[in-house]
């Protein structure tokens, strides 16, 4: 499973843990109100686990560009530099799209 889906499936966990939780403040049922109270933290955690794992990804693809792009640079191959150029700015897109 990928960090999206990771994310996506967090956010939904999230999500139904939020209504199973109001559901169960409405009708006065206090099990269902903490039992979605607890899914809902648990979807919180998982999301947010997820997006730390993008920004770890991201600052390690970032690093391997700038270690790619100066080694381009050190042996004067210009092909290197450009393909460590564009990876360490990948590296900082998924790093911005996990904050």
């Given at each position: 499973m990928g960090n999206t889906s990771k994310r996506a499936k967090g956010a939904g966990e999230e999500l139904?843990?939020?209504v199973k939780k109001n559901v169960g403040k409405l009708?006065?049922?206090k099990r269902m109100e903490a039992g979605g109270r607890a899914d809902e933290l648990q979807g919180r955690a998982k999301k947010?686990?997820?997006?730390?794992?993008g920004r770890l990804r991201?600052?390690?693809e970032e690093v391997a560009g700038r270690i790619q792009g100066a080694l381009g640079e050190l042996v004067g191959?210009?092909?290197t530099k450009v393909r460590g150029g564009v990876r360490k700015a990948k590296g900082k897109v998924r790093q911005r799209a996990n904050r």
């Open positions: 139904v843990g939020k009708v006065g049922n947010t686990a997820a997006k730390a794992r991201g600052a390690i191959d210009t092909e």
